[in-house]
C-alpha cells in the first residue's frame, strides 16, 4: 500500500533531503586524486551526518556494513567502502540516505576524479539529464511506466543501456516502501498511477556497455558484466498536484 504524504510530512523529508545533498558536495570536495580511499569518504560522510542530527539510512540496513554506497568505474551500485586509493581518471558515484525526525531521503551523484575521458564525462552528463528526463514525467495522473520511458528512451538514444535488475523504490518512514519498482525503462501510460502525496527515488543506474549485471561474492557489490564503466544519478522526490519538488537539494 502506498502512503501518501502530506505537506507536512513532505517538509520533514525534504530536512532529511538537505543533509544527503549537504553530505554529498562535501564529501565530493574532498576527494584527492592519488591519495582519497572510498573507505576515507564513508568516514566523512558518516560525521557529516551526525553533526546535521541525522542517522545514516543504509548502516546496518539488512546487513550493509556501512554509511555510504560508493561504487568506482564498473561498480553499478552498492559498492562497499574500500581501501583502494581513487586515481585521476576514475569515476565514483557517491550513495546516501538519511533519517531525520523518523523520515528518510536518498540520493546519489557520480563525479570525476580529476579529469576523466571525454567518453566518461559524456555518460555521466547523459545519465544525469536522464533523471531530469524522468523527474520531468512525474506528474499527478501520469504513471510510472512514463517515468521510466522517458529514461530509457534518453539512454537508448544516445547509445547507452540502462540496467534492469536495479530500480528506484518509495521512501518515507522507510527507506524503502511502495512503490516498490520505479523502474529506469518501461511503456507509456503503464504501471502504477502516480497520485497526489506520492513520495519516491528516482535513480537510473546506466552502463557505457552491456545492460546485464553481476553481483560480487560480498552480496552487495554489482558490477558490470563487460567491465565497462556505469554512471549512477538518483534525487528523492514529492509529487503533489502543484507539480513535483526535488527534495534532496540544499536549495530552498
Known amino acids: 500500500m502506498i502512503y501518501l504524504k502530506k505537506k507536512s510530512e513532505i517538509a520533514l523529508m525534504k530536512e532529511s533531503g538537505r543533509i544527503v545533498a549537504r553530505t554529498l558536495r562535501l564529501v565530493s570536495e574532498s576527494i584527492v586524486p592519488g591519495k582519497t580511499t572510498p573507505r576515507q569518504l564513508d568516514a566523512l560522510a558518516h560525521r557529516l551526518i551526525l553533526e546535521e542530527g541525522g542517522i545514516p539510512s543504509f548502516l546496518n540496513y539488512k546487513g550493509y556494513p556501512a554509511t555510504a554506497c560508493i561504487s568506482v568505474n564498473e561498480v553499478?551500485?552498492?559498492?562497499?567502502?574500500?581501501?583502494?586509493?581513487?586515481q585521476e581518471g576514475d569515476i565514483i558515484d557517491l550513495d546516501f540516505g538519511v533519517i531525520k525526525e523518523g523520515w528518510h531521503a536518498d540520493g546519489a551523484w557520480t563525479y570525476p576524479v580529476g579529469t576523466i575521458s571525454a567518453d566518461a564525462q559524456r555518460l555521466l552528463n547523459v545519465t544525469r539529464e536522464s533523471l531530469y528526463q524522468g523527474?520531468?514525467?512525474?506528474?499527478?495522473?501520469?504513471?510510472?511506466?512514463?517515468v521510466g520511458h522517458a529514461i530509457q528512451k534518453y539512454v537508448e538514444n544516445n547509445g547507452y543501456s540502462v540496467v534492469r535488475e536495479m530500480v528506484g523504490h518509495g521512501i518515507g518512514r522507510n527507506?524503502?516502501?511502495?512503490?516498490?519498482?520505479?523502474?529506469?525503462?518501461?511503456?507509456?501510460?503503464?504501471?502504477e498511477?502516480?497520485?497526489?502525496?506520492?513520495?519516491?527515488?528516482?535513480?537510473?543506474m546506466v552502463n557505457m556497455g552491456r545492460p546485464e549485471i553481476k553481483i560480487l561474492d560480498d552480496g552487495w557489490t554489482a558490477v558490470t558484466v563487460?567491465?565497462?564503466?556505469?554512471?549512477?544519478?538518483e534525487h528523492t522526490i514529492a509529487v503533489t498536484k502543484e507539480g513535483v519538488e526535488i527534495l534532496t537539494t540544499e536549495e530552498g
Open 76 to 86: 553499478v551500485i552498492h559498492g562497499i567502502p574500500d581501501d583502494r586509493v581513487l
Open 193 to 204: 498511477m502516480i497520485r497526489d502525496g506520492m513520495t519516491m527515488c528516482i535513480e537510473p
Open 226 to 233: 563487460d567491465g565497462k564503466l556505469s554512471a549512477h544519478f
Open 135 to 146: 523527474i520531468g514525467k512525474a506528474r499527478v495522473g501520469k504513471r510510472l511506466g512514463d
Open 175 to 191: 527507506l524503502h516502501e511502495a512503490p516498490h519498482s520505479v523502474a529506469n525503462y518501461g511503456r507509456p501510460n503503464t504501471g
